[in-house]
């Protein structure tokens, strides 16, 4: 299984970006997903997740408002809406395939990791 994250760059504070990442083999449609990100210095943290259906979501409190995931199964890809964007958003962005049916908050919750993109929000 490969998850494949596109769709940093660099965005100047207020912008938007759509971040996607594309999974291939079988363990996309039936499994959760979820978006963290890490910023230099800092530890891993949850942004959003999504489940299997796309039903149901749960975003990270400092992004919630601003961000929204969702996902086309056919397509096997999911997708990280940023609208607002500050500087406190300048990290690396890491989709995740979760274990189950449904994303968490825990990083332990996911069985694979895609290699990142970064997004810099310039002030």
């Known amino acids: 299984v490969q998850l494949q994250a596109s769709g940093g760059g660099l965005v100047q504070t207020g912008g938007s970006l759509r971040l996607s990442c594309v999974a291939s083999?079988?363990?996309?449609?039936?499994?959760?997903m979820g978006w963290f990100r890490q910023a230099p210095g800092k530890e891993r943290e949850f942004v959003a997740a999504?489940?299997?259906?796309?039903?149901?979501?749960v975003y990270a409190d400092s992004v919630k408002g601003r961000f929204t995931i969702s996902r086309d199964n056919a397509k096997n890809t999911v997708y990280l809406q940023m609208n607002s964007l500050e500087p406190e958003d300048t990290a690396i962005y890491y989709c995740?395939?979760?274990?189950?049916?449904?994303?968490?908050?825990?990083?332990?919750?996911?069985?694979?990791w895609g290699q990142g993109t970064k997004v810099t929000v310039s002030s």
């Open positions: 999504i489940s299997w259906r796309g039903d149901s979501t």
């Open positions: 083999g079988r363990i996309f449609s039936n499994n959760g």
């Open positions: 995740a395939a979760a274990r189950g049916s449904y994303g968490s908050r825990d990083a332990y919750n996911y069985r694979y």
